[in-house]
């Protein structure tokens, strides 16, 4: 993967001008960074979305509703306010291990498994189906409730700054502090760590991320090729709201919204 965070730049005359104080005397400044960063993945077949995915998505973003771990949008909302963000889903991101470092279930990967069943042992190991010496099991810790974190598609796929989904809008979880007109999220996909993780700890007035549209632009519909009879099974059942999904056999399954 390569991220190239160029295109934030600003001239040094910009980056560099006072914008505000907070009363100290100190003033609130920009840091533009540019990064390029290859990342060399081992052999594994193309993303699917597998029949545990579907449920696991299913369960954390309609059932239990849960708000997007950067800036707080619930599915809810996003039902809710769907003609005004155009298109804003809820998503859910491989956390502790990346599905296409994992193998994808083609293949052993590159996890060394023992570290994270370590690192993991509230994980009922035993009880979901996972067997180390069966990459095609890797699927009941993958793509598991446990590994995947809920983000919004603004917040794990936006590859640049997009409207905040309250910029200008008080925050009911923040205090009702208002976000200005001009604050943004970013996908974690296109961001250092330490700086996206200060998008779910910002106070509104403050926001890390900024950008200059005046109107919310979609993020492209997540498109997955479910991965056997079992998830087509699985995606008749359940909508993945958002999502484009493709059959195995390049038969494209309806959309619902």
Same mark, same amino acid.
């Given at each position: 993967?390569?991220?190239?965070?160029?295109?934030?730049?600003?001239?040094?005359?910009?980056?560099?001008?006072?914008?505000?104080?907070?009363?100290?005397?100190?003033?609130?400044?920009?840091?533009?960074?540019?990064?390029?960063?290859?990342?060399?993945?081992?052999?594994?077949?193309?993303?699917?979305?597998?029949?545990?995915?579907?449920?696991?998505?299913?369960?954390?973003? &309609? %059932?239990?509703?849960?708000?997007?771990?950067?800036? $707080? =949008?619930? @599915?809810?909302?996003?039902?809710?306010?769907? #003609?005004?963000?155009?298109?804003?889903?809820?998503?859910?991101?491989?956390?502790?291990?990346?599905?296409?470092?994992?193998?994808?279930?083609?293949?052993?990967?590159?996890?060394?498994?023992?570290?994270?069943?370590?690192?993991?042992?509230?994980?009922?190991?035993?009880?979901?189906?996972?067997?180390?010496?069966?990459?095609?099991?890797?699927?009941?810790?993958?793509?598991?409730?446990?590994?995947?974190?809920?983000?919004?598609?603004?917040?794990?796929?936006?590859?640049?700054?997009?409207?905040?989904?309250?910029?200008?809008?008080?925050?009911?979880?923040?205090?009702? &502090? %208002?976000?200005?007109?001009?604050?943004?999220?970013? $996908? =974690?996909? @296109?961001?250092?760590?330490?700086?996206?993780? #200060?998008?779910?700890?910002?106070?509104?007035?403050?926001?890390?991320?900024?950008?200059?549209?005046?109107?919310?632009?979609?993020?492209?519909?997540?498109?997955?090729?479910?991965?056997?009879?079992?998830?087509?099974?699985?995606?008749?059942?359940?909508?993945?709201?958002?999502?484009?999904?493709?059959?195995?056999?390049?038969?494209?399954?309806?959309?619902?919204?």
């Amino acid at each position: 993967m390569t991220t190239d965070k160029s295109h934030h730049a600003k001239p040094k005359s910009q980056s560099r001008k006072p914008k505000r104080t907070d009363g100290s005397g100190q003033s609130t400044h920009s840091m533009t960074q540019t990064d390029r960063v290859t990342t060399y993945y081992p052999p594994h077949p193309p993303r699917v979305a597998t029949n545990v995915y579907i449920k696991s998505h299913h369960q954390l973003t &309609v %059932v239990e509703n849960k708000p997007c771990w950067a800036c $707080g =949008i619930t @599915h809810k909302d996003c039902v809710r306010l769907k #003609d005004e963000l155009k298109g804003v889903a809820m998503e859910t991101h491989h956390f502790w291990t990346e599905d296409a470092f994992t193998g994808e279930g083609g293949g052993l990967g590159g996890i060394y498994w023992p570290r994270v069943m370590s690192d993991h042992k509230d994980f009922d190991w035993k009880g979901s189906g996972f067997d180390v010496n069966d990459p095609s099991t890797f699927k009941y810790f993958v793509d598991s409730v446990y590994n995947l974190q809920v983000l919004c598609s603004a917040c794990h796929r936006a590859a640049k700054p997009v409207l905040h989904w309250l910029a200008g809008k008080p925050d009911p979880n923040r205090g009702n &502090v %208002v976000w200005p007109a001009n604050a943004g999220s970013i $996908g =974690i996909h @296109h961001s250092n760590y330490p700086v996206y993780r #200060d998008q779910r700890h910002a106070r509104p007035d403050t926001p890390p991320f900024q950008t200059q549209l005046t109107h919310f632009i979609a993020v492209p519909p997540a498109t997955m090729r479910l991965a056997d009879n079992q998830a087509v099974a699985e995606a008749e059942k359940i909508p993945l709201y958002g999502h484009q999904l493709l059959a195995p056999s390049q038969v494209r399954v309806p959309v619902r919204t």
